[in-house]
């Protein structure tokens, strides 16, 4: 997959894929229930989107990420989950898993990760 980039304040970022403690990470915060307005439902990711970059620019200032809009988080957490292997469905469209008779690691079984569409 080529690399993913964002423009934060007119400056390029390359976008890494999720480590598997995130995921693990990103799981508990699923099943905890939303508080708060439209700002807290997005503050949730933001420690993801910022490690993504991270990974490639360390020195990377998370308050950066305040500075985007709306739409321009939307995109990149939806980079940063495709990037990651991660899929997700709606919330309460989840696929079923087939049986395989064998112990699921599959992590794209995860749930909607909320109203970030």
Request: aromatic share 6%; proline share 9%; hydrophobic share 35%.
């Amino acid at each position: 997959m080529p690399e993913q980039k964002v423009t934060i304040e007119g400056k390029e970022y390359i976008l890494s894929p999720l480590r598997c403690k995130h995921l693990r990470q990103i799981s508990a915060i699923l099943r905890e229930q939303p508080t708060g307005g439209l700002f807290s439902a997005i503050e949730r990711w933001m420690p993801f989107v910022s490690d993504s970059i991270k990974i490639k620019t360390p020195d990377f200032d998370p308050a950066l990420i305040e500075e985007m809009t709306l739409q321009e988080f939307n995109d990149v957490w939806k980079k940063i989950i495709e990037i990651s292997g991660i899929a997700l469905s709606p919330k309460g469209e989840q696929k079923p898993m087939e049986s395989t008779g064998e112990q699921s690691t599959d992590v794209s079984q995860l749930p909607s990760a909320g109203p970030i569409q």
